[in-house]
């Protein structure tokens, strides 16, 4: 199912959209009340064709891809 851009329009996706690459952050997915407890992602890029966010997962030297619009909290860490 192909996704339209006025679906990659919460409050999520929209901090996505400022975020700078090379951001350190955690995110929970929807319908969990967890992050990805000591799991740090780097964010790199949003594909807002498709809502789909690339971070770098640095502890095992990976890419992974998330769909913002099933993000349900992010934290944000500032980079030194």
Avoid: W
């Amino acid at each position: 199912m192909k996704k339209h851009f006025d679906e990659c329009d919460t409050c999520i996706c929209k901090l996505f959209r400022k975020l700078e690459t090379g951001t350190t952050i955690q995110i929970a997915i929807d319908n969990t009340d967890e992050y990805f407890e000591n799991e740090d992602f780097v964010f790199l890029c949003l594909d807002e064709r498709k809502c789909c966010i690339t971070v770098n997962r640095p502890q095992e030297d990976s890419i992974v891809f998330f769909d913002c619009t099933r993000i349900a909290g992010v934290k944000i860490f500032e980079n030194d």
